[in-house]
């Protein structure tokens, strides 16, 4: 698997996102987690990304803000649920512009893999079907496809 693969269930109202990375998981899980290293992957290339908080800790919050052409702010924002590193992370996710009370919960889990490399998967569950709807029709896969390769790029580039 080169490319990122992604399972809609509507009924289910989850997305599941899964591509295998040339890394091991721990340089997967640390690149996922170093607010430093955040803004060279989170994202499309086109809106840059700060790291306003990242307290990567049980009960931790994190917000990223990317910005579009015209300044305009897209603040994305959550909890951490729970951590085992380098295998599994749960969080919460909010994009902030929609309003309150649209959170999902995402799951990443990190799977070692022959030859150093690992396969993540992220299970996005929404709370209701409206929910699940926009974000698919925001265009999210392409926003997320965009992320993930990004992020694949800069795992060859970090020091393993």
Do not use: C
């Not at 599994?88 to 030859?115: A, C, D, K, W, Y």
Request: hydrophobic share 35%; proline share 8%.
């Amino acid at each position: 698997m080169t490319d990122t693969n992604f399972t809609f269930n509507r009924p289910e109202r989850t997305v599941v996102i899964e591509r295998v990375f040339e890394a091991p998981a721990e340089v997967v899980w640390r690149t996922i987690t170093d607010p430093d290293l955040i803004p060279r992957w989170w994202g499309p290339a086109k809106y840059p990304t700060r790291v306003e908080t990242m307290d990567v800790r049980v009960g931790g919050r994190w917000r990223f803000i990317s910005e579009d052409e015209q300044g305009n702010e897209m603040p994305f924002s959550g909890v951490y649920k729970e951590l085992d590193p380098p295998h599994r992370l749960v969080q919460t996710f909010n994009f902030e512009p929609i309003g309150p009370g649209h959170e999902s919960t995402e799951t990443s889990v990190l799977e070692e893999m022959p030859g150093g490399r690992t396969r993540m998967t992220v299970t996005a569950v929404y709370g209701t079907l409206e929910d699940y709807d926009g974000m698919v029709e925001s265009g999210m896969e392409s926003g997320a496809r965009e992320t993930w390769q990004r992020l694949a790029e800069l795992l060859v580039a970090v020091p393993h």
